[in-house]
């Protein structure tokens, strides 16, 4: 079969002949029809991301979406090594598929379900979102933090407070939900005054997509100005700004603030696979927008090199349905 082979860590995959997948008693076939390019997939052929796979070569792709041999069409994740989603056929566990709803296509499918799943776990299994808090969404500028705008208002937040370093895309997240608005300034006194004020009003849950400079501003600021006896939720869902901070103690022993991360080794895996399916009902109810470009799987080596965060890069095989 035709596919996606990562011969060694941080070399470009190349489109060629991979032996075909067997599924076993408890496996799935899939055929399939779309599978989007994510950071996460990415840094895994890099070798940065900590799931990464450590013997090659290997098939690129975390999930993507296909039909089963019965014809039924479903959204699947973590294919069994060496192979992915980015191929013309897939073996996973038939425990990592989850049927996809009418109404939603495969391209969109295929685009939505890893970005959007990161703040849906986020808010519902380790933030615990509920009606009417005020989220604040940092690094709102990119294919995850727009979803994560528009789920928080799906799932009930009473306000969305977005940051990011344009001026104008982040006036344009108003229209998909965002309350209001914070750049990411360079001068450190000029944010640290807008953070300040925003968690005086109140701020119950933080998504951090950028961690770096941004995060240890807020976390300070939520330290020195959160509202007293307010508990400040910080998820850590990315690391786009920077791998490390430097957090002072204090900031810990003077608030409220509890820090966690949201990802494949903090959720048990089967509330992932809940998380998606739930995610992918919703977003033909909420009728989530996400921009999205198609490439031919054939022509990957010559998309690889393009932003995998916005537009979403969708690799298609095979028959899509729209």
């Not at 013309?88 to 499918?109: F, K, Q």
């Not at 509202?227 to 400040?232: F, L, M, R, T």
């Not at 103690?249 to 903090?266: C, D």
């Not at 010559?302 to 995998?308: F, S």
Request: aromatic fraction near 6%; charge should be neutral.
């Amino acid at each position: 079969m035709k596919a996606v082979i990562v011969a060694q860590a941080g070399s470009t995959p190349v489109y060629s002949d991979f032996k075909e997948p067997a599924p076993s008693s408890s496996e799935s076939r899939i055929a399939v029809t779309a599978a989007a390019l994510s950071p996460v997939v990415k840094a895994r052929v890099s070798g940065a991301h900590y799931s990464a796979p450590g013997d090659f070569p290997f098939v690129a792709g975390i999930d993507g979406v296909g039909r089963l041999d019965d014809g039924s069409r479903v959204y699947f994740i973590l294919p069994k090594a060496p192979y992915g989603s980015m191929a013309e056929r897939a073996v996973v566990p038939s425990s990592h598929c989850v049927p996809v709803p009418d109404g939603l296509d495969d391209i969109t499918a295929a685009a939505i379900a890893n970005p959007g799943f990161s703040s849906w776990a986020a808010f519902k299994e380790r933030a615990s979102l509920a009606p009417g808090e005020t989220v604040l969404v940092n690094g709102a500028t990119g294919t995850s933090g727009r979803l994560a705008i528009q789920i928080a208002k799906h799932l009930g937040a009473g306000k969305v407070i977005a940051t990011g370093r344009n001026a104008a895309t982040l006036q344009s997240l108003k229209a998909i939900g965002a309350d209001e608005t914070v750049l990411l300034v360079d001068n450190t006194d000029a944010l640290d005054s807008a953070f300040k004020e925003h968690f005086a009003g109140g701020i119950d849950i933080v998504l951090d997509y950028l961690w770096g400079r941004s995060a240890e501003r807020l976390l300070v600021a939520g330290a020195k100005a959160g509202k007293e006896g307010v508990p400040i939720r910080f998820v850590q869902l990315g690391n786009a700004s920077g791998a490390n901070i430097t957090l002072p103690a204090a900031a810990l022993r003077s608030a409220p603030i509890e820090l966690m991360g949201s990802g494949l080794g903090s959720v048990p895996f089967n509330r992932i696979v809940g998380a998606v399916e739930e995610l992918l009902q919703a977003a033909v109810k909420g009728g989530f927008e996400i921009a999205t470009q198609t490439v031919p799987l054939s022509e990957v080596e010559q998309a690889w090199p393009g932003d995998a965060c916005f537009p979403r890069i969708v690799f298609t095989v095979g028959k899509i349905a729209r």
